[in-house]
């Protein structure tokens, strides 16, 4: 039988900690959320490994190490409301329902929406509620929101979904150049958005996110 908890712990020790991810709060979410439990049937002896997870229509569950550097650049507070976009089969979630207020997941296919809500349940995050609904679209009805991030690649941002950042507020994305990926941090100031770099990662982009090209001959 697979020993889940040893994985885990090494996971944080040799992916997390050397990454210069140094938050309590970050390194004790990780350490007690079973990412296996949060990955497909098939792929739980993969949930630990250094790399993104594969789920179905082009989506991943982020690597650990990225989401870890991520939610240490944002340093979400206890009493803040997150919105976690893209959140597949719960995971991301899980992890921010243990160092936030609580936690909107969106996730644009309804079975894993599904499988999330009752996953995320089944592990005691009774504040993190799954909105199934266009990743793009966010979920407004529930906002404005301290914080948002999004699991997985973008090309740009829709202006609809930046609207719903409060003023002060943070939001995290893996900007994805070419072949290049770059992890920016965003402070919301006076209705804009100002962006700074954290780190080098890459993800595939998410549906509805990618840039609009023009047709050309």
Same mark, same amino acid.
């Given at each position: 039988m697979t020993d889940y908890a040893t994985l885990r712990t090494t996971m944080v020790d040799t992916q997390?900690?050397?990454?210069?991810?140094?938050?309590?709060?970050?390194?004790?979410?990780?350490l007690n959320v079973p990412r296996e439990a949060?990955?497909?049937?098939?792929?739980?002896?993969?949930?630990? &490994?250094?790399?993104?997870?594969? /789920?179905?229509? %082009?989506?991943?569950v982020l690597d650990a190490r990225t989401l870890a550097k991520m939610l240490d650049a944002l340093d979400i507070q206890n009493d803040e409301l997150v919105l976690d976009v893209g959140a597949g089969l719960g995971y991301s979630s899980?992890?921010?329902?243990?160092?936030?207020?609580?936690?909107i997941a969106v996730e644009d296919d309804e079975g894993r929406a599904s499988e999330a809500q009752i996953t995320l349940s089944e592990q005691g995050a009774?504040?993190? &509620?799954?909105?199934?609904?266009? /990743?793009?679209? %966010?979920?407004?009805?529930?906002?404005?929101?301290d914080v948002i991030l999004l699991q997985g690649g973008v090309e740009a941002l829709p202006e609809g979904l930046l609207a719903q950042l409060k003023e002060g507020g943070r939001i995290a994305?893996?900007?994805?150049?070419g072949a290049l990926g770059v992890v920016r941090v965003g402070y919301k100031l006076d209705g804009d958005i100002n962006w700074t770099f954290a780190f080098n990662a890459?993800?595939?982009v998410m549906p509805g996110f990618e840039k609009h090209r023009a047709f050309q001959l």
């Open positions: 997390i900690r050397p990454s210069d991810v140094t938050k309590f709060t970050v390194i004790e979410a990780m949060f990955v497909p049937n098939s792929q739980r002896d993969a949930a630990y &490994v250094d790399t993104c997870v594969t /789920l179905e229509k %082009g989506r991943v899980a992890v921010i329902a243990r160092m936030a207020e609580a936690v009774d504040n993190a &509620v799954v909105h199934q609904g266009d /990743l793009v679209n %966010g979920a407004a009805e529930h906002g404005p929101y994305a893996l900007f994805v150049e890459m993800a595939p």
